[in-house]
């Protein structure tokens, strides 16, 4: 399966911004989905997570509340949307799948297959 994330720019605090993960490939559609960040000098870590069919989104507290995961199931894409956002969700942003089909977690190193990732940049 392959995963190609978009949508990253620059911003100022508080302001919206929405990424996109079109997903293709073999099974593209069985695969739960999940956006992991990376900003520099820190480890990667996990930001939401949605299912195969798009339901039961998971979110890491840090964003909760702000972020929204959705799943277009038709189009094979993941979206995030990220409201209210922080300088401190400056980072490089990732959507990426599980090695295995109908399961999906918040923990980065479980992710198998990765896109290109993208940059989002927050300002105060």
């Known amino acids: 399966v392959q995963l190609q994330a978009s949508g990253g720019g620059s911003v100022q605090a508080g302001d919206s911004l929405s990424l996109s993960c079109a997903i293709s490939?073999?099974?593209?559609?069985?695969?739960?989905v999940g956006w992991l960040r990376q900003a520099p000098g820190r480890e990667r870590e996990f930001v939401a997570a949605?299912?195969?069919?798009?339901?039961?989104?998971l979110y890491a507290d840090a964003v909760k509340d702000r972020f929204t995961i959705s799943r277009d199931s038709a189009k094979n894409t993941v979206f995030l949307q990220m409201n209210g956002l922080k300088p401190e969700d400056t980072a490089v942003y990732y959507c990426?799948?599980?090695?295995?089909?109908?399961?999906?977690?918040?923990?980065?190193?479980?992710?198998?297959?990765w896109g290109q990732g993208t940059l989002v940049t927050v300002s105060s």
């Open positions: 990426a799948a599980p090695q295995t089909t109908h399961t999906y977690f918040t923990s980065w190193r479980w992710h198998h297959y």
């Open positions: 490939g073999r099974r593209a559609s069985e695969y739960g």
């Open positions: 949605i299912k195969w069919r798009g339901g039961d989104p």
